[in-house]
Structure formats: C-alpha cells, structure tokens
C-alpha cells in the first residue's frame, strides 16, 4: 500500500512559469519529507527537503510546502527552466527501517521553451 | 568527492542465469539501500544494511534474492536463478542513520532477463 501518493503523473508548463508538483501522504507518523529529481539513465538526486516541524522551505528557485492537516506537500519551482524537465519525486523515511524512502511514483515535467 | 558507484550500468541475461550487481557507497556512511524500480510498483525498497548489518529484507521479493555487504564500502545483491519479471532498474544509495540526512543514489543497473 502505498504511503506517499503522487496522483499527477506528468506536468507540463512553459518556460518562465511556475511548476507545482503535488504529494499527498497517508502516514501521519512521518515527520520528514524530501524531494528528488531524476534525469533519464541516472539515479535520483537529492532536490530539498522539509521537517514536520515547518510549513515552509526556500532553497533558490525551490520552495516545498507542507499542510499537515492535510497530508499534503507540493513543490513549487519559479521560474522554471528547461533544465528542470526531469521526474520528480517525493519520499519520506520510515523510520522503522532505518529511515529507508517511501516513494511516489514520481511526476515527469516538462518545461517548454 | 565520488559518489554512490555501482556496476553494471547494464545488464542482459537469459532465465536461470546468476545474476550479481555491485555497489560501492560514499565512504563514512553508515546505511546502504538497494531499491527497485518497475514501472507497476515504482521505487521500492528491498533491503537495507547499517554498519554492514542486514537490518531489513522484507521487502526482498523471494528466495532467489539475496544481499550481502562484506565490508563498509562494498555491497552486492544477487538474483539466482533470475526470470524474466525480475527486469527492472535496481538502485543502491547510501546515508548516515539520521532523520535529516539524504540518502544519495547511484546510477542503477538496468537489469534485462530474456
């Protein structure tokens, strides 16, 4: 069953846009969240992150959200940039398992020139 | 700084062969994952290792999987006899144990049972 939901398999949004990827989690125990990107043939790549503690995390052009009420976190990229085109994931650890990721199954964006 | 290193990038077999992927972690941490990747299930952990120690194999599908990490900068995971759902994309990513800390992943192995 899975814990952490991406219901939007793909995005795409024009060059200079925002992009608002969207997770939903169903774990109320989780307390960590992050978020990776993923370029074809490569591994995932460590994006930003958010604790349970916060409702708000800034990094550049990268800022994730939290709603905790409503198990909801989103990622909001301005503006985007054709670099950004990759498959976004969103994961959080279990800390039962040695805080082993709990993914979705990730949303492809596209950002068109 | 070398990151998460595994090998094969690429592999294609046929049923029944042995199969053995490797993974050398960042060196200093402490836990090491294999996860793997399909298309139906996503990413999804199969097993992890702390301080070399297998600590989880729930989520090794069946006997024919197996993991080892011998030392703190080598690990492996073998699948014998292999079958054709086995194909998939398998990752090996390494962390400290902490809440607060990424795990990094290498490339994958883009694993093909024919």
């Known amino acids: 069953d899975q814990q952490v939901k991406q219901n939007s398999p793909s995005l795409s949004v024009q060059e200079g846009r925002i992009s608002i990827l969207n997770c939903d989690y169903t774990n109320s125990m989780f307390d960590y969240f992050l978020w990776y990107k993923k370029y074809p043939a490569e591994g995932p790549t460590f994006l930003i992150s958010?604790?349970?503690?916060?409702d708000k995390n800034e990094d550049g052009r990268f800022t994730v959200f939290l709603n905790k009420s409503a198990k909801h976190l989103s990622l909001h990229i301005v503006p985007s940039q054709p670099g950004d085109s990759a498959v976004y994931f969103c994961?959080?650890?279990?800390?039962?398992?040695?805080?082993?990721?709990?993914f979705g199954k990730g949303t492809s964006l596209l950002v068109t020139p | 700084d070398a990151g998460v290193i595994q090998s094969p990038r690429h592999e294609v077999t046929e049923m029944g062969q042995e199969v053995t992927l490797r993974c050398k972690p960042i060196s200093g941490h402490n836990s090491l994952f294999w996860y793997r990747q399909t298309m139906m299930r996503g990413l999804e952990l199969l097993i992890y290792f702390n301080n070399n120690v297998p600590i989880d194999d729930s989520g090794m599908p069946e006997d024919r999987f197996s993991a080892k990490m011998p030392n703190a900068s080598f690990s492996t995971l073998k699948i014998q006899p292999s079958e054709p759902r086995d194909s998939a994309v398998y990752f090996c990513a390494s962390s400290f144990t902490s809440v607060g800390q990424p795990q990094h992943f290498g490339d994958g192995t883009r694993l093909s049972i024919l």
């Open positions: 958010i604790s349970s503690i916060k």
């Open positions: 994961a959080a650890p279990d800390s039962n398992s040695g805080y082993a990721l709990n």
